[in-house]
């Protein structure tokens, strides 16, 4: 388990390996940032608790990481998977709560800003390219939805 990175080289190189599961990547739009998703349910059998948080790293300018921080602490109940980044630094998080499914948009304090409710779980999000930049793409149940959001992506 682990985050890797993909060199200029063609080698990989893992990045990020303390944590179990990680699930869904995001780096912030001046590339400073990394985010990452956990979301393991825990294994009783081995003593390991549930861990479904993001977290957040120092990115620097050769794609090494840092000082790993708590981001946004969820409940052992659900957790994060697929996510993006708008233009403005805002975090796009498909959660998968089956009580209150959607996507949950955070800014850059990790404070909740919006919320897109949907009827299935969701299990990816991301924005379109060119003219479609400010359309969200998301995955959920067996369904593909396309959704026009004020903001702009910036893959």
Do not use: H, W
């Amino acid at each position: 388990f682990g985050v890797y990175r993909l060199n200029t080289d063609g080698s990989v190189e893992l990045i990020v390996e303390d944590l179990l599961n990680p699930n869904g990547i995001a780096i912030s739009p001046d590339e400073d940032k990394l985010y990452v998703g956990c979301n393991f349910e825990g294994d009783s059998e081995k003593g390991l608790l549930p861990n479904t948080d993001i977290f957040i790293y120092d990115l620097d300018e050769n794609g090494e990481v840092s000082n790993r921080e708590l981001f946004i602490d969820y409940s052992d109940e659900y957790g994060p998977d697929g996510m993006t980044v708008d233009k403005d630094g805002n975090l796009y998080i498909a959660l998968r709560d089956e009580s209150n499914p959607g996507i949950y948009i955070y800014d850059k304090k990790a404070e909740q800003i919006d919320k897109i409710s949907l009827p299935e779980v969701p299990s990816n999000v991301t924005f379109g390219n060119g003219s479609d930049k400010n359309y969200l793409f998301i995955t959920a149940g067996g369904s593909l939805y396309k959704i026009k959001v004020l903001s702009e992506g910036i893959n």
